[in-house]
């Protein structure tokens, strides 16, 4: 299985809007709406921010939202705060054979 | 509430056996797809199985393929991961997480159990 693919690191100042992208294949993003997004900061286990591809489990921040277009998926997280600093990690459906595959992670600093 | 405790984890050599337990409260155990994934020291996040509501149906990622089986006891609210002829490279803390689905979406997830698998 294949991971999906993410920035290594994005950064932003706080109050601004940050995207992270994660690029799959035709096999993967491209064919199920089945992408979730998670944040994980250290030490800790990963908590669900989005799932479906745009939609925020009860209590997640609605600064969270998620989006697809093609073969990627996108992650923004608007109005930054320093608590948002976390790694961010999606995942995908990857159908039959492949199962679940995760993007490789992204470290999202805010300055 | 809703918890995952996992239990069993360790160093072990490699070629090695080790299993792993999950315990599981706070909802109806029988009715969830459960997964383990894992991450390893320093990396990523990588899925490793998936079981059914009622075990019937099971996948494993293609590094554990036929060394790794997963299991649950929904009698005891219990899920298993049984890992033989372990390998460095399984080395990493292993999270049980509770999915809406076969696909994922994991809403629930375990603290993790450290396995580290070293001569």
């Known amino acids: 299985q294949s991971a999906l693919t993410q920035p290594a690191s994005v950064s932003g100042s706080p109050g601004q809007s940050i995207t992270i992208s994660c690029t799959g294949t035709?096999?993967?993003?491209?064919?199920?709406?089945?992408v979730s997004w998670y944040q994980q900061h250290p030490d800790k286990a990963p908590k669900l921010i989005i799932y479906?591809?745009?939609n925020r489990p009860s209590g997640v921040s609605n600064r969270y939202s998620g989006s697809k277009s093609g073969n990627t998926a996108s992650l923004t997280i608007s109005g930054l705060q320093a608590e948002d600093e976390s790694d961010y990690y999606c995942?995908?459906?990857?159908?039959?054979?492949?199962?679940?595959?995760f993007g490789g992670g992204t470290k999202l600093t805010v300055l | 509430e809703v918890q995952l405790v996992e239990s069993g984890g360790g160093f072990i050599q490699p070629g090695g056996s080790l299993r792993l337990s999950c315990a599981a409260s706070?909802?109806?155990?029988?009715?969830?797809?459960m997964h383990w994934v894992r991450q390893a020291p320093g990396k990523g996040l990588e899925w490793v199985s998936r079981?059914?509501?009622?075990?019937?149906?099971?996948s494993h990622a293609d590094s554990v393929k036929g060394r790794f089986t997963i299991s649950r006891d929904n009698a005891k609210n219990t899920l298993f991961l049984q890992m033989n002829s372990l390998r460095a490279e399984d080395t990493a803390v292993y999270y049980c997480?509770?999915?809406?689905?076969?696909?994922?979406?994991?809403?629930?997830w375990g603290q993790g159990t450290l396995v580290t698998a070293s001569s």
């Open positions: 997480a509770r999915g809406s689905g076969y696909y994922g979406d994991f809403d629930y």
């Open positions: 706070g909802f109806t155990f029988s009715s969830y797809w």
């Open positions: 079981i059914s509501g009622d075990g019937s149906s099971t």
């Open positions: 035709n096999n993967d993003i491209g064919s199920h709406n089945l």
């Open positions: 479906e591809v745009n």
């Open positions: 995942c995908s459906y990857g159908g039959r054979g492949t199962y679940v595959v």
